[in-house]
């Protein structure tokens, strides 16, 4: 029933689907534009560093990727969109940092748990 199946003598020979434009990319792909288009907001801010990086065709390209995966998640999972705050972000990402080199700090001083008072 699957588009495009060649199937001859029972043997199914092919399933390749078609590559075409489908109305929902088209559809993601204006959307993400237009979130390229806004000033604000935490979306806007990941068009504008992957634009930046790579060109904008490749951000829009991205932006509707990652708008199907959101909406696939909200449909699947039956929950609204909830963004983090950049904020709450950026201090995890900074905590992982500093543990990061705590650890590596830790290794080449060749401390070891029982000198720490941490062995059971």
Partial sequence: MAPNNKISGGNTLSRKTPRG?????????????????????????FFKR??????????????????????WKMVTNKEEYNPT???????????????????KKIAKLGITNEDLGLAT
């Fill in 50 to 71: 992957i634009a930046y990086k790579k060109a904008r065709q490749i951000a829009i390209t991205a932006m509707a990727r990652k708008l199907a995966i959101i909406i």
């Fill in 21 to 45: 434009s489908g109305r929902l990319k088209i559809a993601l792909r204006n959307v993400a534009n237009a979130i390229g288009n806004l000033r604000e907001g935490q979306l806007a801010k």
């Fill in 85 to 103: 705050e950049s904020h709450m972000f950026l201090d995890k990402k900074r905590k992982l940092g500093i543990v990061k080199r705590m650890k």
